[in-house]
């Protein structure tokens, strides 16, 4: 076989279609495999450049193709949308991502492969952020069946279970509304327990991970967002910047600029959307202690506040939130609450 220069994969659950160049760009391999046929033909390969999209298992194979000395490239799949041709099919799929990768812009724009205990940790929070949903949606339902007979309930997790007293307690409800409100409870309670044991993890994954410890410092972080940010961000060093950073995770602003005029607008909301929310909400809380003037909010914050609307202002600082938590994980700093102060200071 004459010698690839790279081979893009296609993958699929069951399929694989490979579409492979040598060096002067002509295409010399275009092969489908079955999933056992994958590792056996790339163990006799000798080791190239491979590139697949960034989907649910490509980390795994990822992993596998390493293992068997190969170079891997996980590509975001807006990426290679581009080079796809009329025809949508596994082979001009394979082609796009064989020719994506030779693009130094998508070369920068990689996604960074996890290991397995990566893997492991982004799946507890995975499972943690599924059983909270769960329950929000089953206190809802509580909450809207109990309306149908006249019972209602203040707001809060803690006002579900005497709801559901109440309502066993009723002798004007029907004997299979109890039954069935029975049943939801029944769901309600097992998952209270559930949720405490995978916090448990959690806490105990913050406290083993050194990182995620220094990124607790910053004010608008908790443990939710260092593990998150932990996990998300496996190569903090990708990022040639603080700014790209953020970019990443949808934070700034979508840029409409045309004919010479700068239009922005809303944020991008690209990147993880779990990650985004938990940094806007860590910043909700500190602007809500700010404006009840509890702690020592920074002079950053406080004159934010006077021009902008709180919920603009909470996006502000997840913006620089993200800039700062890229920082800590990069340099290996501390979080130096005084370091604002001292430059501001030094500006006036």
């Known amino acids: 076989m004459t010698k690839l220069a790279r081979i893009g994969i296609d993958t699929s659950k069951s399929v694989f279609q490979l579409h492979g160049v040598d ?19 790339f163990a006799k390969l000798e080791p190239t450049l491979v ?5 649910g298992a490509s980390h795994h194979w990822a992993r596998e193709l390493q293992q068997l000395g190969h170079q891997v490239m996980l590509i975001p799949p807006q990426y290679v949308k581009p080079y796809v041709g009329r025809n949508k099919n596994d082979k001009t799929d394979a082609e796009a991502v064989c020719e994506a990768m030779s693009r130094p ?27 909270v949903k769960r329950r929000t949606q089953l206190t809802n339902t509580i909450r809207g069946h109990a309306a149908e007979f006249g019972l209602v309930a203040a707001k809060g997790l803690d006002k579900i279970e005497p709801l559901l007293a109440r309502i066993a307690a009723d002798t004007g ?45 910053v004010p608008a972080i908790g443990p939710i967002g260092a593990c998150l940010l932990v996990t998300k961000i496996v190569d903090p060093h990708a990022f040639r910047s603080a700014r790209r950073c953020a970019a990443w995770i949808g934070l700034t602003p979508k840029d409409h600029s045309t004919a010479g005029k700068q239009r922005l607008g809303g944020i991008t909301r690209a ?9 806007v909400s860590g910043a909700t809380t500190c602007i809500q202690h700010a404006r009840n003037r509890r702690g020592r909010p920074s002079p950053w914050l406080v004159e934010l506040l006077k021009r902008k609307p709180p919920k603009v202002a909470a996006v502000a600082l997840a913006n620089k939130t993200a800039r700062i938590a890229w920082k800590i994980m990069t340099s290996g700093e501390r979080y130096d609450p005084n370091r604002c102060v001292a430059r501001r200071g030094l500006a006036a």
Do not use: W
């Not at 590139?51 to 989907?55: F, P, R, T, V």
């Open 105 to 131: 812009k998508v070369q920068e724009r990689l996604v960074a492969i996890k290991s397995v205990e990566q893997s492991a940790a982004q799946m507890l929070l995975g499972v943690r952020e599924s059983l």
């Open 23 to 41: 060096e002067k760009e002509q295409a010399v391999l275009r092969k489908q495999l079955r999933r056992r046929q994958f590792v056996v033909f």
């Open 51 to 55: 590139g697949l999209e960034a989907c």
């Open 271 to 279: 990147g993880d959307e779990r990650l985004r929310a938990v940094l």
């Open 173 to 217: 409800l029907p004997a299979l509304t109890k039954e069935m409100f029975a049943v939801l409870g029944r769901e309600y309670a097992e998952l209270g327990p559930r949720i405490a044991q995978i916090d448990n993890k959690m806490l105990a994954f913050h406290r083993s991970n050194e990182v995620a410890r220094r990124l607790m410092e």
